[in-house]
């Protein structure tokens, strides 16, 4: 690991420190499960000046709730706040916030965010540790199965990822228990992926492609455990 100096000193803090104040984003599945998706697969790319700062990644990031506090008045001012009322989305999320009382669907997003960007950077990486903290069984088999045909062919992917331009829930849905929300994310990121002999054979690296994906967290409200976990991934366009 070389020595420990106060960089490397500095980044085992921020790890803890993101550890113990996110740690209630990804839980349970539900098993319904779709295939997985290669969130490196057949990206559409545009030029675009690079600058947006990337995160360190770690092993697990909190889909914010609300404290535990439940939501005032009848219970549903932030999903109202968030979805029209009379919509069926926003019938969907009344009944996840009428057994979850600490659901807040901004909160929820926001967190998905950060989840999502520490998913992309992991499977780039190669991190099967992390992503087995944030991804149901299925979704993480698929990842790694991916993962290990890029590696035994020698390729390497490099990336930096730039942000999430829009966010927004598009389905919600509660069965028995299980709650599961899907959220549809208009991200930027350079990805190039190498072969083994170094030349690039996929994507840009010096370009930033926008990439849409519609993925699904799910969690069991019975549970005590907050976690919520990536249960189902795909491209949309």
Same mark, same amino acid.
């Given at each position: 690991m070389g020595s420990f100096d106060f960089v490397t000193f500095f980044f085992f803090v921020a790890a803890v420190i993101i550890f113990l104040q996110l740690?209630?984003?990804?839980?349970?599945?539900?098993? =319904? $499960?779709?295939?997985?998706?290669?969130?490196?697969? @057949?990206?559409?790319?545009a030029k675009a000046p690079v600058g947006a700062d990337v995160k360190e990644d770690g092993n697990v990031v909190t889909l914010p709730r609300r404290n535990g506090q439940p939501q005032s008045e009848g219970g549903f001012e932030?999903?109202? /706040?968030? /979805? @029209?009322?009379?919509? $069926?989305?926003? /019938?969907?999320?009344? $009944?996840i916030a009428a057994v979850d009382q600490s659901f807040d669907p901004k909160q929820f997003v926001e967190g998905a965010k950060t989840a999502y960007e520490m998913i992309v950077t992991a499977f780039a990486d190669g991190n099967r540790k992390t992503l087995k903290n944030l991804l149901s069984r299925e979704v993480y088999e698929g990842f790694v199965a991916a993962i290990n045909e890029r590696e035994s062919k020698g390729e390497e992917v490099k990336?930096?990822?730039?942000g999430v331009e829009k966010a927004e829930i598009v389905q919600a849905e509660l069965k028995a228990s299980e709650a599961a929300v899907t959220?549809?994310?208009i991200s930027q990121l350079i990805s190039a992926t190498y072969? @083994?002999?170094?030349?690039v054979i996929d994507g840009?690296? $010096?370009?930033v492609g926008e990439v849409t994906d519609v993925w699904t967290f799910a969690?069991?409200?019975?549970?005590?455990?907050? =976690?919520? @976990?990536l249960i189902a991934t795909e491209s949309d366009g």
């Open positions: 740690r209630s984003v990804l839980g349970r599945r539900t098993g =319904n $499960e779709r295939p997985p998706y290669d969130p490196y697969s @057949k990206r559409e790319s932030a999903v109202d /706040a968030y /979805a @029209k009322p009379g919509t $069926e989305l926003n /019938a969907s999320l009344r $009944e990336s930096s990822f730039v959220i549809r994310l072969d @083994k002999s170094g030349a840009d690296a $010096e370009s969690r069991d409200t019975r549970s005590r455990d907050p =976690n919520w @976990k």
